[in-house]
């Protein structure tokens, strides 16, 4: 684990480097951007939730995220929770 850690010391490290490396311009031109893009993020945001206050039940919907594979059924990739692992062994069915 600690091994781990100092790696990622080092690296960090070197991210900082090359970021104090670059000249003061480039750096706030930087930060400038990814500012305005977690604005532009939260204004999003705030957009959704006012549009689904707004609507005429003023309730939010929140559901559960479904698997589109699971439902649908026809789709090549099946899920593994689908699968009873118990059944088979080494690939073949158990008696």
Not at 50 to 75: F, V
Request: hydrophobic share 35%; glycine share 6%.
């Amino acid at each position: 684990m600690k091994n781990f850690r100092n790696t990622i010391e080092s690296e960090l490290e070197k991210l900082d480097n090359r970021w104090q490396a670059l000249p003061l311009k480039t750096q706030c031109r930087y930060v400038i951007i990814l500012f305005a893009f977690y604005l532009t993020m939260g204004i999003g945001v705030l957009v959704k939730v006012c549009y689904d206050l707004g609507k005429e039940d003023r309730q939010m919907e929140i559901s559960h995220i479904e698997s589109p594979s699971i439902n649908d059924g026809s789709s090549a990739r099946k899920d593994s929770i689908l699968i009873n692992y118990k059944k088979y062994r080494n690939g073949r069915e158990r008696e």
